[in-house]
Each structure stands twice: as structure tokens, then as C-alpha cells.
């Protein structure tokens, strides 16, 4: 391929959250780095609900104008919506963030670190530390020592590197809408149907300022497909008002969702994966932007130490296998939901959350402390996992 050549330490397929979070961390240590997006606009094509939990909230130093109201309470329903079980804590569990926002604020302390961003640009593949790209300036040959793979949940880059790669998919789809007007309680409300959500949840997160209406689960057991699955959930979903059940202007989100758990394979001599294309995603909740978070600071770590020291063994710490083993319990958990195939058999499971029991069950996956787990040798790698954040400004 003829054009112009780049070289660089780092080459980040991807401008999402992990992608724009390794890149920081690099540049402001010294590295060079370019990050590449096939977005010309990091605002549009949005995949996540953007869901922060409280760990997250509390470790990362994120934009507070960029996020809505805190919430406390959830709802959640059986498959007749009728007679839910409500569960309220005591602390800000969840904030709903403006994704477009936060990536563009991302890119530019990115960029203000010292990366170099493209967008526009597709990765057409490579190895052996040359990777073709193409974007408004036409082809280009990136030179770089190594490549990270952010590039989601059907990752190329991982194909190159002969990584795992996510076979475990669910496949969401998203309406979020400005709401007609505030709420007096912010509430996340979850509808357990495997008509609706064939192994996952139909969700609505109404914070007071935004609506988001979605579905997710497995592709082939959707009998109408995702989307008018979701267009017929629309007109019944719960936490809506009827002024807010047909509103005049939607914003369409979705995409595939690995829930798999972490890859087992997320790094070679010549890179590593982050984010989705890592599987960095809970098996249970689908919840992915804490895991992201968390999984960047230490591909960061592992690529700061390679380039200090030129060895490239240092990212054999970079282990997803041994971290996998901490997910044992949500992969069992994602298995049994996975089983749960007729309203029937979710109604009588959904009885058990009435009980002691199954309320403080529901408590512990919902408002619980664990978070995405520390490497074996988290210490020394890395000591401060908000740093990357608190230039983030918009």
C-alpha cells in the first residue's frame, strides 16, 4: 500500500472509553501514540446506555455536568409488569452519562497529553508492528511497537494478534429520548421477559432529564427481531408517562454486547485488547464501562513498562486468564439466564426475589461493592485509577 508512513510507539484501534483511557495514560507518560476512529464524529454511533456505578463514580474523577441524577432505586419486574419488587439503597448507585460528550472530552485530554488522533480512519489490518489505516488523507502504513486493540466486541485487532476473540454475544438495541419532565425519584427499572429479552433484561432508565427504552439478548431467539421488539416494548414500558411513550425525536443506539466474560487470551508479544474486544464485560449485568476503566489502567501499565524497558514479555502479566477465574460466579449466573426460555419459568424464578432471600440476592447484584477484580500484582503497577481522568474537560 502506497502513502504516507507514521511512526509511533502505540497505535489504539478505537476511540471509545478504553481506547481514549490507554492512550492518556500513555501519552502523559512520555510515549508517543496515535489512536485511530472510523468515526468522523465521536459523538454520533453511541452503543452503551452509559451507566456509571458507584465504584466507578467514586475512583474516577468523571465530568459532573456530563452525568444526570444519581439513582437509588430499582424496579424490577416480572413478565406481566404487574406487582414489582422495589429495591431502594442508601447510597448513589447509578448516573447515566452523556456518552458523546464524555468521548469528545476524552479525545481532546487525549490529544492534550500529546496523541495523535485520526479520525475518520479504518484499520485495515497488519502485523509485525506495520498496521494499514485509512482516512481523509488516504492510505497510511503505521510503524508502531505495539497496537491495542479497542476496536469492540468483533475486534480486527484481535484477529491479527491470533487473541481470543468474543464468541458470546448478546445484541442490544436502544430509544433515548428527552422526557417531558422531571421525576421526583430517578429509578432504573428491569423487566424480566424472554419474550422481550431473550436471556438479558428490557431496561428503562428514566433519570428526570433522559428516557432510555432497550432490549437486549440472543440475536436468534428474538421472533421479530431486536428492533421491533423494542418499538413494541416502547408502548408499555414501565417508568413512562404517556406524553413520553411517543416522542417526537429518538436517538437509536445499539450493537453487540459480549458477555462471555474476559477473554482468557488478551495480549502478545505485539499488543493486547481493551474494553469489549477484551470481553471486559460483566457475564451477568452487561455492564462494561467499569470493567473498561479498569482493564485500561492496566494495559497501560503493561505497555508503559515494555517501552521503559524494551522487553516485550511484560505484557505476559497482562493475563486475562487469571483474571477470568474472579467471574467464575456471574459466568454461572449468565449461564442459568441463558436457560430461562418461557414467561412461565420467569414468573415462578422472579417470585424467589419476593423472598429474604432472593431480595438481598438482587441486593448484592445490584448495589454490591465488587468491581472488575485486581491483577495479581496491581500494586505495583498502578496507583492511581482516576489519574487518567481528572484532565477530562469539556
Known amino acids: 500500500m502506497s502513502g504516507r508512513v507514521l511512526q509511533t510507539d502505540v497505535l489504539v484501534v478505537g476511540a471509545g472509553l478504553a481506547g481514549l483511557r490507554v492512550a492518556t495514560l500513555l501519552a ?91 479520525l475518520g480512519t479504518r484499520y485495515l489490518g497488519g502485523s509485525d508492528g506495520r498496521y494499514d489505516v485509512t482516512g481523509p488523507d488516504g492510505p497510511t502504513a503505521v510503524h508502531a511497537c505495539f497496537v491495542v486493540g479497542a476496536d469492540g466486541a468483533r475486534s480486527r485487532v484481535a484477529r491479527d494478534l491470533r487473541l481470543d476473540r468474543n464468541t458470546h454475544l448478546l445484541v442490544g438495541a436502544e430509544s433515548v429520548f428527552t422526557v417531558s419532565a422531571p421525576v421526583d425519584s430517578p429509578a432504573f427499572h428491569c423487566v424480566l421477559d424472554p419474550r422481550l429479552a431473550p436471556g438479558y433484561i428490557g431496561w428503562v432508565i428514566n433519570d428526570g432529564t433522559h428516557a432510555h427504552v432497550g432490549t437486549a439478548g440472543y440475536s436468534r431467539r428474538f421472533t421479530g427481531g431486536v428492533r421491533s421488539t423494542l418499538d413494541e416494548f416502547a408502548t408499555r414500558a414501565p417508568g413512562l408517562t404517556e ?77 486475562g486468564g487469571a483474571l477470568r477465574r474472579k467471574f467464575t ?65 469539556t
Open 243 to 319: 406524553a413520553d411513550r411517543s416522542p417526537a425525536e429518538v436517538e437509536r443506539r445499539g450493537g453487540p454486547i459480549p458477555v462471555g466474560g474476559l477473554l482468557r487470551r488478551i495480549s502478545s508479544p505485539d499488543g493486547l485488547l481493551v474494553g469489549d474486544a477484551a470481553g471486559a464485560v460483566s457475564p451477568l449485568t452487561a455492564g462494561g464501562l467499569d470493567p473498561c476503566l479498569r482493564l485500561s489502567d492496566y494495559a497501560a501499565a503493561a505497555l508503559d513498562e515494555a517501552l521503559r524497558t524494551g522487553k516485550r514479555e511484560a505484557l505476559r502479566d497482562y493475563d
Open 28 to 118: 502523559e507518560r512520555g510515549h508517543s501514540v496515535v489512536v485511530i476512529d472510523r468515526r468522523r464524529d465521536l459523538t454520533t454511533s453511541i452503543r452503551t446506555t452509559g451507566i456509571f456505578v458507584r465504584r466507578t463514580l467514586d475512583d474516577y474523577n468523571l465530568p459532573e455536568h456530563l452525568l444526570g441524577p444519581a439513582i437509588r432505586r430499582v424496579v424490577l419486574y416480572p413478565p406481566s409488569l404487574r406487582d414489582p419488587v422495589e429495591l431502594v439503597s442508601e447510597r448513589d448507585e447509578y448516573r447515566v452519562g452523556e456518552m458523546g460528550p464524555l468521548y469528545a472530552a476524552g479525545a481532546r485530554a487525549a490529544v492534550r497529553a500529546g496523541a495523535e488522533l485520526m
Open 329 to 393: 460466579g456471574r459466568l454461572m449466573m449468565r449461564h442459568a439466564l441463558a436457560q430461562v426460555k418461557h414467561p412461565l419459568l420467569a414468573s415462578a424464578g422472579f417470585e424467589v426475589l419476593r423472598t429474604p432471600f432472593g431480595r438481598a440476592a438482587a441486593r448484592k447484584v445490584l448495589f454490591g461493592d465488587r468491581s472488575f477484580p485486581d491483577p495479581p500484582d496491581s500494586s505495583s503497577r498502578t496507583s492511581n485509577p482516576g489519574g487518567g481522568l481528572e484532565r477530562v474537560e
